[in-house]
């Protein structure tokens, strides 16, 4: 009767060891996972996972034009760029398009523009198409139809903006 009552004791006793092993196996991958979580949680916070903190802004493109590095916005108010005559010959620029999404902007400004060789103007295109909210990474096609002023010629230079909005 001892032995079976020792037998039992040690039965009691090896079960609690086990599961206090395993109580401790799980805490230890616990504390782990919760470590893990917490700095997720913070790189996510710090705009890590967010592609537009890696968006780099370039204009690529825009035959004939330049556009130069900070020559162009992009806002809840619509796109905004500077173009650089770079033909060699006065052009009337006639319109200036935006596309975002899909969808292109329907209001430029000015509405048409002289500009003499390696001449600039600003064109504002907005209405038509919804703007990326600040902070978000955009991709812009950017449309410029013109006409030579000394032999009216038409041409038309296409171009591509990407960065992030402000």
Not at 58 to 83: I, M
Not at 116 to 122: F, I, K, Y
Request: charged share 5%; proline share 3%.
């Amino acid at each position: 009767m001892i032995y079976i009552g020792a037998g039992i004791n040690y039965l009691l006793i090896s079960m609690k060891m086990k599961g206090q092993a395993a109580m401790e196996y799980l805490m230890t991958y616990g504390w782990a996972i919760l470590i893990v979580i917490i700095v997720a949680a913070a790189l996510w916070a710090l705009g890590v996972f967010n592609p537009a903190t890696w968006q780099q802004a370039s204009a690529t493109g825009f035959s004939g034009f330049q556009v130069p590095t900070g020559g162009w916005v992009v806002n809840s108010t619509g796109v905004h760029v500077l173009l650089k005559n770079s033909l060699g010959a006065t052009i009337n620029v006639t319109d200036v398009d935006a596309t975002i999404g899909g969808a292109t902007t329907t209001s430029t400004t000015p509405s048409y523009a002289v500009i003499a060789p390696n001449g600039q103007q600003w064109f504002t295109m907005s209405g038509g198409a919804t703007m990326p909210s600040s902070g978000t990474a955009y991709s812009v096609s950017v449309s410029v139809d013109y006409t030579y002023v000394d032999t009216g010629v038409a041409g038309t230079s296409t171009g591509t903006l990407t960065g992030t909005a402000v």
